[in-house]
């Protein structure tokens, strides 16, 4: 017999409703889908998209400026990088401090990054566009690594000590 019309017919809805009527859900039982929750945030998935955007448009900023293209999106982008690149890398060196008062560090610790790198290039003649964008990426990059690095060592002493 096909099994599709061995369920039409009525033995096979009634098998279906003993099932229903031995669900531990209808003696107030929750089901393994009553038990998963999502308590994050209702804003909190927009995060990684707006870090992953800030992080595509600093990019696109060097890249621009580094390449010496003339475009109208190079200013602006060159300018957000030089403030999102040495800011990223302060905040994260920061990791221990309050979460109001770290942003506002990093932004200061940014500019000033920014100011002493024109300065020092304006002072040896060495000042160009290109030079001061590859001179921000690097310091941030050097200020970046050992913060990553001591994230890394700490969680893997963490799981380490959980074994």
Do not use: N, Y
Request: charged residues 20%; proline residues 6%; glycine residues 8%.
């Amino acid at each position: 017999m096909d099994p599709f019309v061995h369920f039409l017919r009525l033995d096979g809805i009634r098998r279906l409703r003993d099932i229903e009527a031995r669900h531990p859900a209808l003696r107030g039982a929750k089901t393994p889908m009553h038990t998963i929750t999502d308590k994050r945030p209702a804003g909190g998935d927009s995060l990684p998209v707006i870090a992953g955007a800030a992080v595509g448009l600093a990019a696109i900023g060097a890249a621009l400026a580094l390449a010496d293209v003339h475009s109208p999106l190079r200013a602006p982008f060159t300018l957000f990088f030089l403030l999102a690149a040495p800011a990223l890398a302060i905040g994260s060196a920061l990791r221990g401090l309050d979460a109001l008062i770290r942003p506002v560090l990093a932004v200061a610790g940014a500019l000033a990054l920014d100011l002493l790198v024109a300065q020092a290039m304006l002072a040896l003649r060495l000042w160009s566009a290109r030079g001061g964008v590859a001179a921000v990426g690097c310091l941030s990059l050097l200020i970046l690594v050992p913060a990553l690095l001591t994230r890394l060592t700490r969680r893997r002493r963490m799981t380490h000590s959980q074994e």
